[in-house]
C-alpha cells in the first residue's frame, strides 16, 4: 500500500454537519479539532522573531541548545533525568514522525504495528503507508507475534486516558518479548486533571520507575502544540534508545526532514519557561468545568478523559446521530468512528475553543438539560 492508496480523510464526512452548526442564530461552537485557539506566548514569539536572520541549513539534529533544552525539560518537568544529545532529536511537528516512523524503522508488509483501541488514526495510516498490519489491542497479552512497533498514548487522544507507571511497565516488558519498539505519544502531558494527575506529572515511558535506567527500544514523542499553542510553528521532537535516535537522524537527514532555524530558537524559550504552560493549563482548566457538567446534565457519560484536551463523551447511541443531535446546538464534535471501529457510539469535544465559545455551548446543552 502507499500514499494513492490511503482513505480519503475522515473529518471531510463532518462538512455538513458543520454547515447545520453554522446555521445557528448565535454562531457555531467548533470542538471538533483540538486546533489552539489561544495566542503564542510573547516570550515564543519574541525568540522567533529574534532568529529570523537564518541563511544557513539548519542540521537534522538540532542546535546543540535545543538539545539540552529538551534534555533539561524532561528532567525537570517529566521525572526523567541523564539525557544526553544523542537521546534526542528534533521533529517538524510530531504528526510527521507518527505517520513516518514505521518507514523510518525499516517496517514492511511481514510486520504488525499495534496501536490502542481509541486512537489517533495516524498510528494506523503511518503502519498501512509501508504495507504493515495495524493491530488495535490495549492489552500487552494481545500484542502478537511478529509485533515490530508498539504505540501507546497517554494522555489518550480521543479518550483521555492514562497509564500509569506499572501499566507502562507491562507494555516494555512485552515489546521486549516481542523484539518491539515501544513509542509513546505523550504530546498531553502536561495537562491532568483528575486525581492523581492533577498533582502528580503523568509518567513518561521513559520514567526511571519504568525504565529501570534502561531506555534500550523505547521512545517518547512530545509536541509543543498544546502545552504552547505552537501548532502552527510545527514544534516536537523524540527521545529515547540513542541507537533508535542514531537510525531515525540517518534516515532523516537523506529525507531532508530539518527543523526551521527559528523555530528551533522558540523551542528553546518554550522549554525553558514554565509559567506560560502553567497559564494556558488554567484557561483549559476553566473551560472544563464549564463543557463538562454541560454535557452530563444534557445526558451525556463522560469516560476517562483524565488528562488532555478532550472530553470522551456518549449517550448510549451512535456517534453520528450524537453529531447531529450537537450540530442542532450549534455544536459540532467529532465522531467515535474517525479513531477505531471500538467505540461507535462516543463523541470527542475539544477544549480549543474560546472562552466565549465554551460557555456558549455549556448555555445551551444546559437549555436542552
Sequence with gaps: MGVADLADYPWDSVAPYAARAAEHPDGIVDLSIGSPVDETPRIIADALAAATDAHSYPQTVGTAPLRAAIAAWYARRRGVPGLTAANVLPTVGSKELVALLP???????EDVVVHPRAAYPTYEVGARLVGA????????????????LVWVNSPGNPDGRVLDAAALRAAVARCRELGAVLASDECYAELGWDAPWDSDPIPSALDPRVTHGDVAGILSVYSLSKQS?????????VAGDPALVSRLVTARKHLGLMLPAPVQSAMIAALGDDAHVAGQKERYRGRRALLKPALVGAGFRIDASEAGLYLWATEGRDAWESIGRL?????????????????????????????ERIAAAARRLRAES
Design 103 to 109: 518507514l523510518l524503522l525499516g517496517l514492511g508488509p
Design 133 to 148: 498490519t495495524p493491530v488495535a489491542a490495549d492489552d500487552p497479552a494481545e500484542w502478537p507475534v511478529g509485533t515490530r
Design 229 to 237: 499553542n505552537l501548532a502552527g510553528y510545527r514544534a516536537a521532537f
Design 327 to 355: 450540530a442542532d446546538l450549534g455544536i459540532l464534535a467529532g465522531p467515535g468512528h474517525f479513531y477505531g471501529t471500538h467505540y461507535p457510539r462516543h463523541v470527542r469535544l475539544s477544549l480549543t475553543a474560546t472562552d
